[in-house]
């Protein structure tokens, strides 16, 4: 069973960083895709960024394009999202995401119906 543990939210001030994790467990990801979602109050989940596990290719949203990375360390099974220039429209929980087909289209894998399992989210509040 996979399990995907997400840490690293917490406060900043606008213009701020913060590197989130997600430790993964329970499979092996080589083929998996990895996403970070984010979910604000009153608003529905959206994606993030995204990551196949072994070639390492990148996605984002336009959203967060310049701006935040994400990276994926092999050895310890964690996903990273470096989170920089942080705004106010910043703010939401966010959720890290595993899925187990590897896709490679941005269509299929930004759609959060594509991924299997989920976190329980980190809380990311961006102060002005």
């Known amino acids: 069973q996979v399990q995907l543990v997400e840490s690293g939210g917490g406060l900043v001030q606008t213009g701020g960083s913060l590197r989130l994790s997600c430790a993964a467990s329970?499979?092996?990801?080589?083929?998996?895709?990895m996403g970070w979602f984010r979910q604000a109050i009153g608003k529905e989940r959206a994606f993030v960024a995204a990551?196949?596990?072994?070639?390492?290719?990148?996605y984002y949203a336009d959203s967060v394009k310049g701006r935040f990375t994400i990276s994926r360390d092999n050895a310890k099974n964690t996903v990273y999202l470096q989170m920089n220039s942080l705004k106010p429209e910043d703010t939401a929980v966010y959720y890290c995401a595993a899925d187990r087909a590897g896709s490679t289209w941005y269509a299929v894998l930004m759609n959060s119906r594509t991924y299997d399992d989920w976190g329980q989210g980190t809380q990311v509040t961006v102060s002005s």
């Open positions: 329970g499979r092996t990801f080589s083929s998996y895709t």
């Open positions: 990551i196949r596990w072994s070639a390492g290719t990148t």
